[in-house]
């Protein structure tokens, strides 16, 4: 089993940053591959970006130049940088992680971007 626990979010104004975090316990492999994703008002789920264990990060074009993805290995925790944020960028934003066995989600965590 892998749990994962996001972080970090909050009611923010526009031009703000926020770092997100994704912490990982229980079988996992390090490095961990992540994916942050993020359901918006309109309930629609829409892929933010991702690193994969060999540390390459990708991102949906909106936020790339806005968002950064890092990890921590010791930690077990990747983190989701955003600065400048926007309002379109609220939502619940998701980490998960894929394994042969399924698709893992942590419980979101909460961004509002409004002055």
């Known amino acids: 089993q892998v749990q994962l626990r996001e972080s970090g979010g909050g009611l923010v104004q526009p031009g703000e940053s926020l770092r997100l975090a994704c912490a990982a316990s229980?079988?996992?492999?390090?490095?961990?591959?992540v994916a942050w994703y993020r359901r918006g008002v309109d309930k629609t789920r829409e892929w933010v970006g991702g690193?994969?264990?060999?540390?390459?990060?990708d991102y949906e074009d909106s936020v790339k130049g806005r968002f950064t993805i890092s990890r921590d290995n010791a930690k077990n925790t990747i983190y989701l940088q955003m600065n400048n944020l926007k309002p379109e960028d609220t939502g619940v934003y998701y980490c998960g992680h894929t394994r042969d066995d399924g698709v893992y989600w942590g419980q979101g965590t909460q961004v509002t971007v409004s002055s």
């Open positions: 690193i994969t264990t060999g540390g390459t990060t």
């Open positions: 229980g079988v996992i492999t390090i490095p961990l591959s």
